[in-house]
């Protein structure tokens, strides 16, 4: 019988309710349990696909093709279970469902209304696959308090009237703000932020207070009288050195066991925490350190490219090595960008979308090309690389993409039809911009003698996609020539995947993206690779 475990949050945003539902579920995992984690968002956007990552931080890319919020990206780090359109759900989603089984008929003449029809659909989406898992954990995303997310407010309290307070735990993460001034943690964000939940009807069963510093016993015995918990159910979650060391710091307060015992299931001392120690001691026996520029143009909001960073540090782990992020703005062309890429070992060219920041990408890309230093493209890194090339080696001064311009030799191009399995996906320019791009899971073929084959020791691998633009293979043989290899190509052998400078250390674009798949406890082979040769130049730096 699977039991259900909800996440809310108060006070502010961007508490980490998604490191929080993770750490839990990898606790509750190590138990061996069986465990879901879902998120629920309530903004009205389909998917957060066509969002700004300044808005919302990154797109996370599941294997099954969905675009969806980057909490996802943690659950998968935190219990290497992928997930699946099953797992995101967004207000607009919900509504868009609603409305098409309106229009169908459905409801026979109904008065369709937010309760009990929409209610509904919420309540479905959270139980589905109940049947194959010990624990769902539903992590709603915003602050109690916001008007969109009443309606999944109301779907919890109903789930708990239905199943039972035996079968449904609701945790609260909070925050107590620490006043200056005062030099006081507070409490009364929380305990109103509390009262809120009440008022629609739902009393947190588990408190997780987040803090800039410890809290002392009095505060969590004050925040539990005040909402009515147990004090054990309090817990001080206190800012850790990295996100990695979360669930181990639930699990010195028992946060997994409570949870165990609240559901009255029988509890041993069997836990396996291996990786977990492993990883604690690994960040922090830290021996080396290298320097990695990233050269974006997202770089105020850093959940914008956060599974990236979270590779670079998987790989750092591996080595235990410190890897540090130099964010470079792509505006930045001049002088300035090349004296920011000296005092780097390497550089990485992320995924992005349009014309802005390219000209400083394929800048930083040339200077890289010629200077010898280690460089990584993903994505839309690997297409500008492709330009690059194109431009400064080939001689084709016009080459660039038609994502930027038609008047261009489309080195880049956009690719008209492609074969998804079986199935033949066909796309036009006029095409809607949600949800049409080639996404998730696709298999790449490695080429023999390739450097990526060496890295990957594998004939073919599976890498998740997100992209609409293809390098163009009428270019590959000229490339080829010049000394730009073909790393990767799709099974129709027309898409290229991956390419790669031979006379470089390492020079290697990737269409898909790597960052989605990588774990601390198995970083990806591509991040390994890179790191381990930015710490074999063995340059120093003063840090
Ligand atoms: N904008 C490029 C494309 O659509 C690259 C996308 C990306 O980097 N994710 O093909």
Not at 177 to 194: D, F, G, M
Not at 329 to 343: C, P, T, V
Request: proline residues 3%.
């Amino acid at each position: 019988m699977c039991r259900y475990i909800f996440v809310t949050g108060g006070v502010v945003s961007s508490l980490g309710k998604g490191v929080c539902a993770a750490s839990i579920a990898a606790l509750l995992q190590a138990r061996g349990y069986r465990i879901n984690l879902k998120k629920l968002d309530p903004y009205l956007n389909v998917d957060p696909g066509t969002m700004s990552p300044y808005q919302h931080g990154e797109v996370f890319v599941t294997s099954d093709g969905v675009e969806a919020d980057l909490d996802l990206g943690y659950y998968e780090r935190f219990t290497d279970i992928p997930a699946s359109k099953h797992d995101t759900i967004t207000s607009g989603k919900i509504y868009e469902r609603l409305i098409g089984k309106e229009r169908a008929g459905v409801y026979l003449g109904g008065t369709v209304q937010i309760i009990p029809h929409l209610t509904n659909l919420i309540n479905d989406f959270i139980r589905f696959g109940e049947n194959k898992v010990d624990f769902i954990i539903c992590e709603i995303g915003g602050t109690v308090g916001d008007i969109e997310a009443l309606p999944y407010l109301e779907a919890i309290r109903q789930i708990k009237y239905i199943l039972g307070s035996t079968n449904t735990l609701c945790i609260h993460l909070t925050l107590l703000p620490y006043i200056a001034t005062a030099r006081e943690l507070k409490t009364k964000p929380t305990q109103h932020s509390v009262k809120e939940l009440r008022s629609i009807g739902i009393q947190p069963d588990l408190i997780i207070c987040r803090s800039d510093r410890e809290i002392p016993d009095a505060l969590l015995d004050k925040i539990a009288l005040a909402c009515s918990v147990p004090k054990h159910s309090v817990v001080a979650a206190v800012d850790q050195k990295t996100i990695y060391h979360v669930p181990l710091s639930y699990y010195k307060q028992n946060v997994e066991k409570q949870i165990i015992t609240y559901f009255g299931l029988r509890h041993t001392d069997k836990i396996n925490l291996d990786k977990w120690h492993l990883i604690e001691r690994r960040i922090m026996a830290h021996e080396k350190n290298v320097r990695v520029a990233i050269v974006g143009k997202y770089n105020q909001l850093q959940d914008a490219y956060k599974s990236l960073s979270e590779a670079f540090l998987h790989a750092g782990i591996h080595y235990k090595c410190k890897v540090h992020l130099i964010w470079i703005n792509a505006d930045e062309i001049g002088n300035q960008l090349y004296k920011k890429l000296d005092a780097v070992d390497g550089i990485m060219i992320p995924g992005g979308f349009g014309i802005r920041g390219i000209e400083g990408k394929i800048k930083a890309i040339a200077y890289a090309r010629k200077n010898k230093i280690p460089l990584f493209g993903i994505c839309l890194g690997m297409q500008l690389m492709a330009i690059e090339f194109a431009r400064n080696v080939l001689g084709i001064k016009d080459a660039s993409s038609t994502e930027f311009t038609n008047d261009c030799a489309n080195v880049i191009d956009l690719m008209i039809n492609w074969y998804n399995g079986e199935k033949k996906e066909t796309r036009t320019r006029r095409s809607n911009l949600g949800g049409t791009m080639r996404l998730g899971n696709y298999e790449s073929f490695l080429i023999n003698g390739s450097k990526i084959k060496e890295i990957y020791k594998l004939e073919s691998i599976v890498e998740r996609h997100r992209h609409r633009f293809e390098f163009n293979i009428n270019y590959k043989d000229v490339f080829e020539k010049a000394g730009m290899g073909i790393g990767g190509v799709s099974a129709n052998g027309i898409l290229v995947e991956a390419i790669e400078l031979n006379e470089h250390p390492w020079f290697i674009g990737v269409q898909f993206h790597p960052e989605y798949t990588s774990r601390p406890f198995r970083p990806h082979p591509l991040f390994v690779s890179f790191i381990g040769t930015l710490i074999a130049q063995n340059k120093t730096f003063h840090l």
